[in-house]
């Protein structure tokens, strides 16, 4: 059954560093999207993407933060400068296009843990 | 502002029972409402999608329904097993293309 990748599974760096996470959607799924679960919170939407541009980002989504469709795989997410509240854990998510639009559901992989020190 | 509410925080039942997980949210203009697992340090799994103009899904043991009116989703679990233990997220969409999730449920299933 085809799947959301992440790499990696966990990633340590330092407060100030330039972080990159990569996953790999659904291969014929065509919106993609970027939420983070901080430890003990809710699971809150980051940024959705589609057709090359974003389409939609939460007032999380500052300019540190950036996402970037590199190549037909791959889905990325960049911090530029980690802070230490940036620790979290970062999904990606994938969604076909069906006729019905946004009817369809959310996949998501299986997460980044961030830990900024 | 869509949010939304899961109760109970926290669940402990013996194995075999029947239970129900409840999510309520504020804004009844939705498009769907997704059900999900999410076991410790992992990602999240959908259980069940339900369209706003359904009344309920159902998959195994799992049923799901929807109120929209009323802003209410129950998930139904049938004799449960330790297996279930997990925390349990409810998620709508709206009229923008992003889930709004919430609190989750964790559910301990004990021999």
Redesign the interface.
Known sequence: EPEVTQTPSHQVTQMGQEVILRCVPISNHLYFYWYRQILGQKVEFLVSFYNNEISEKSEIFDDQFSVERPDGSNFTLKIRSTKLEDSAMYFCASRATLDRGWYNEQFFGPGTRLTVL | KQEVTQIPAALSVPEGENLVLNCSFTDSAI??L?W?RQDP??????LL?I?SSQREQTSGRLNASLDKSSGRSTLYIAASQPGDSATY?C?V?GN?????????TRLQVFP
Not at chain 2, 41 to 46: A, Y
Not at chain 2, 96 to 104: R, V
């Open positions: 498009y769907n997704q999900f340090g992992k990602g999240l799994t959908s999608l369209q997220l998620a969409k923008t293309d992003k889930l709004i999730f919430g609190t989750g």
